[in-house]
């Protein structure tokens, strides 16, 4: 028997997806929040982590003009009809600051250690990323300073559907030790509460960057429509050359020039 496996096989008649015919057990029986979860873990998800995956889904599809959207509508404007190109050109703009911290705030919460207390834990994981330079994932954001509205409304799926609020609680002792440190208020942003939601439910922190790319993939597209119906990438550019004006070069400070 060969090593390898695939998830989906097609043939003549049928296309079979982890074991389950196409044409006559999902189409038409399942949603695709559903054909996530089955394509993810191989089974089909129960009504709690359908309910979860789904409202995470949402919670991440849009947020207006975000640097992915604006490469999208400009890419777009540069190289019209390629809608693939656009698309992409805004996922891969999904890093650390815009919706790649669900894979880094994941690991944290699934890699806590069980032989720790939460508080002294999370002492030492704001105080090792405050060390390095970097954020805490999961914690702030430049709009929602007061609090993430996403993130109450994702708790309340959560709580609506009896979801263990492990993660939660370990991401709040997260929130407390980072405000003690930086003096900041950190409120739990979206993707805070996306990891937690999500590793609640069993899923692995190295796909969670996935999640958060299929979520805003519809988003892109949906921007990308409205930039063909209602065009801004003009305007997104001339307002970038408005408020960034050209600086004539100074003199050569040290270390600057080229070798």
Do not use: K
Not at 183 to 208: C, F, H, M, Q, T
């Amino acid at each position: 028997m060969s090593a390898y496996q695939t998830m989906g096989r097609p043939n003549r008649d049928s296309v079979t997806v982890r074991g389950r015919d196409l044409s006559t057990e999902l189409i038409g029986r399942i949603g695709f929040t559903e054909m996530i979860a089955l394509e993810l873990s191989a089974r089909l998800p129960t009504d709690r982590e359908r309910a979860i995956l789904d409202a995470v889904l949402v919670a991440l599809a849009e947020h207006g003009l975000t640097p992915t959207a604006v490469v999208a509508r400009l890419t777009d404007l540069g190289a019209p009809g390629a809608l693939q190109g656009a698309v992409a050109a805004g996922l891969l703009g999904a890093g650390d600051r815009f919706l790649g911290a669900l894979d880094g705030c994941g690991r944290i919460l699934q890699e806590w250690p069980a032989d720790v207390s939460t508080a002294e834990h999370a002492r030492a994981v704001a105080a090792r990323e405050r060390a390095a330079g970097r954020r805490v994932p999961g914690l702030g954001h430049p709009t929602h300073t007061q609090g993430d509205p996403r993130t109450s409304a994702l708790y309340a799926v959560a709580d609506a559907h009896g979801l263990p609020t492990v993660m939660r609680d370990r991401l709040d002792a997260l929130r407390g030790a980072a405000e003690a440190a930086s003096g900041r208020v950190l409120p739990i942003n979206v993707d805070g509460a996306s990891a937690a939601l999500l590793s609640e439910i069993g899923i692995p922190w190295r796909i969670l960057r996935g999640i958060a790319l299929v979520a805003r993939t519809a988003g892109l597209v949906g921007h990308l429509w409205d930039e063909a119906r209602h065009p801004s990438a003009l305007a997104i550019w001339g307002a970038a050359e408005e408020v960034v004006p050209y600086r004539a070069p100074g003199p050569a400070e040290p270390g600057t020039a080229y070798r």
